[in-house]
């Protein structure tokens, strides 16, 4: 069994399951995390009062699977570990942003196995420490026992029911904020720069140095990447909204001299 992580004293991780979720009736009222977002919160918190850069996050998280993404693709990252955990009931915003630096976790941290925290607050010592004898307690329980069932049972719905929705209407398109170039030599292409000129020159550039085969009906998405000090290039043999799509990335280093 892999390290369960208590993040302040309120919520619990569990990487393996990629779970997140309240203390207090935990795992019910736990929410699934997707792959990257998991990946993602398990670097913060493993290397916890630590800033991770972008390039370190992409190595950890994306490349080691082969897979090449965008800068906005780790921001939508982050920024949905942050939504999880104020999902999940966390109130402090525990994931810090370091312009040209990269982010940390902030958290109060306790590493254990899951059995560890999940401890009953209602043992017989606890309630021998309160003073009350283990009848007061049992008579007091017994007679809110159905009422309590009922409003439980209903919040864990509603719960079960935003939490769906929001996981629902939250996906959002990798390329989704793509600026629209236009078609060149038959191609579609898209940029994360605002600047059409710009970013059409720039692709027009790189296809006279560099070919790259993007043909009549066919997808491009140029990106500029900072962290790794480059352009990246993804083409895709049709939209890839298309289950069926097939993309292939190109990297260019260095003012793309490499």
């Known amino acids: 069994m892999t390290n369960t992580y208590l993040i302040n004293e309120t919520l619990l991780f569990e990487p393996e399951m990629r779970r997140l979720g309240p203390l207090k009736g935990y795992p019910e009222r736990s929410i699934a995390l997707h792959g990257p977002v998991s990946e993602c919160l398990l670097q913060l918190l493993e290397n916890n009062d630590r800033i991770l850069s972008q390039r370190f996050l992409f190595a950890a ?19 949905s570990v ?73 919040g864990m719905f509603i719960l079960s029911c935003s939490i769906f929705w929001y996981e629902f209407n939250h996906r959002v398109p990798v390329f989704e904020h793509y600026q629209k170039v236009g078609k060149i030599g038959g191609c579609e292409v898209f940029s994360s720069w605002h600047n059409i000129d710009k970013s059409r020159s720039t692709f027009e550039t790189l296809t006279s140095r560099y070919p790259v085969q993007c043909t009549a009906g066919m997808f491009a998405y140029l990106s500029l990447n900072i962290a790794q000090h480059g352009m990246s290039v993804i083409v895709c043999d049709r939209n890839p909204k298309a289950s069926a799509a097939n993309c292939r990335s190109i990297f260019y280093r260095q003012h793309y001299n490499e």
């Open 61 to 79: 998280i994306w490349e080691k699977h082969g897979t090449v993404v965008t800068t906005n693709a780790l921001y939508q990252t982050i920024a």
């Open 82 to 154: 942050r939504k999880a955990l104020k999902t999940a009931g966390l109130a402090e915003d525990v994931i810090k942003t370091f312009p040209k630096e990269g982010f940390k976790s902030t958290a109060v941290l306790r590493v254990g196995k899951r059995d560890d925290f999940l401890t009953s607050d209602n043992s017989p010592s606890a309630i021998e420490n309160t003073g009350i004898s283990a009848k007061t307690v049992v008579s007091h329980s017994i007679k809110h026992k159905t009422t309590l069932a009922y409003w439980l049972a209903g």
